[in-house]
C-alpha cells in the first residue's frame, strides 16, 4: 500500500488482485465510490465495489483530508 498526502488530498493506492485472473491491479482508494466497480484490464471481469464499505470509506477519507488541514493550520498558525 502506497500512500501520500499532497496539497490536503489524500492519495492511497492499493494493489488488489482480480477475483478471477488474480492479476494484480491499482485502485486509488479515492475511487472506491458506492456504485463503483473495476474492470480487469487482463480479463474484462467487472468486479463491483461493496457499497456500504466504500460508503465508510469516503467518509473517512474525507474526515482525515479535513483533519490532516487542522493539523496544517494548527503548525502554520504556530509559527507564526
Ligand atoms: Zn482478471
Same mark, same amino acid.
Given at each position: 500500500?502506497?500512500?501520500?498526502?499532497?496539497?490536503?488530498?489524500?492519495?492511497?493506492? $492499493? *494493489?488488489? *488482485?482480480?477475483?478471477?485472473?488474480?492479476?494484480?491491479? $491499482?485502485?486509488?482508494?479515492? *475511487?472506491?465510490?458506492?456504485?463503483?466497480?473495476?474492470?480487469?484490464?487482463?480479463?474484462?471481469? +467487472?468486479?463491483?465495489?461493496?457499497?456500504? $464499505?466504500?460508503?465508510?470509506?469516503?467518509?473517512?477519507?474525507?474526515? $482525515?483530508?479535513?483533519? +490532516? *488541514?487542522? +493539523?496544517?493550520?494548527?503548525l502554520s498558525a504556530a509559527s507564526r
Amino acid at each position: 500500500m502506497v500512500s501520500q498526502f499532497k496539497n490536503s488530498q489524500l492519495y492511497v493506492e $492499493l *494493489r488488489p *488482485r482480480c477475483p478471477k485472473c488474480k492479476k494484480e491491479f $491499482l485502485l486509488d482508494l479515492k *475511487r472506491f465510490m458506492p456504485g463503483g466497480f473495476h474492470s480487469c484490464y487482463a480479463c474484462g471481469s +467487472v468486479t463491483k465495489f461493496d457499497g456500504v $464499505l466504500s460508503e465508510k470509506v469516503q467518509v473517512l477519507i474525507n474526515d $482525515l483530508e479535513a483533519t +490532516v *488541514r487542522q +493539523v496544517l493550520d494548527s503548525l502554520s498558525a504556530a509559527s507564526r
